[in-house]
């Protein structure tokens, strides 16, 4: 089913650039404010990262807050290129931005989840991007569709374009509490299927929301083995003009990517016996888990195969497919059988709405 389709020639990130070839670290303040703000920050977190990312244009959802300093700013960045020699990326939301990033000599550009929506737009940022050599960033759509993502990324590519990266960003979801966006995992996971050179970051402050949240993302998103990361900084977050809650402090970044680098290097060091060991277990554990999946769909075929028989016979004494009251009654029951299985109760309804959804077009 996840057949990759590689024709795309998008070039894994050792290629980029030799200094990529470890996770890449792009972090800065979600919006650009003052020159002060902007130079204050990247000289604080410089040595930390290897991308400074600012927001110039802002699309806010409502139209009276801070909607971005504009083209203003753009010089800005030339400062922080030119004092402390950092490549500099921005978000562009129109091919009049790409202008601006282009006249401008800007090498790194994100789409946003509010752009990679919209498969118009981005084919008119796509246009503006043709024949250029900028690197291009494309987070995922705010819905959790992975075509609108996958039609994102080939729309970029068709311009030419070869240095091409995704961000997952969470989803707009009602499952997303207590962060701010649903994180799909296994979204990013079928991407990197169907593009297997591509790299794939994380960016955990807008999953998160609230800053409390950030580490925990930023495990999940290592422990899946993610290319990099894309991390909100502010010199002052509280001051912050957009995303406050969510946007740490340079000392608060520091000590994140101090705990994963030692982290990642226990992984490295923690001994060739002790790697051969957990190798063997894991192979175990994934045997197993292929032979609970196989059992599991057969049992969920056999379930669907039972509700056909029950259609036909609805249909024979002309009665509904759909009793909402036997519905209610097995949603309550399969939660209660959950439950005693440690399993959540919001996990048991989605599972069986998506089941209960094959089986309603069976019937
Ligand atoms: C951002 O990175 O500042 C931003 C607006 O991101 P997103 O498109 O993920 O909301
Ligand atoms: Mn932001």
Redesign the pocket.
Known sequence: MYNSIDQYNIQEFSSWSPSFDKKLIIAGP?SAESEKQVLNTAEAIVNDINIFRV?IW??RTQPKTFTGIGKSGLKWLKKVEELFNIPTMI?VLSPEHVKYALDHNIKYVWL???TTVNPYLTEEIALALAGSDMRVFI?NPMVPDISLWMGAIERINNAGINKIAAIH?GFQSMYSAPYRNEPIWEIPIKLKCMFPSLPILC?PS?IAGKTEYIEEIVNKALSLDMSGLMI?THISPKDALS?RAQQLSPGELHELLKSIDSSQNNIINSGIGQIDESVRQIETLRKLIDSLDESMLKTISQRLKAVEEIGKLKKDINIPALQVSRWKEIIENRINIGNNLNLPEKFVEKLMEIIHYEALKRQ
């Open positions: 979600c927001g802002k699309a978000e946003g989840a509010r987070k960003r960016d807008h909100e995303d």
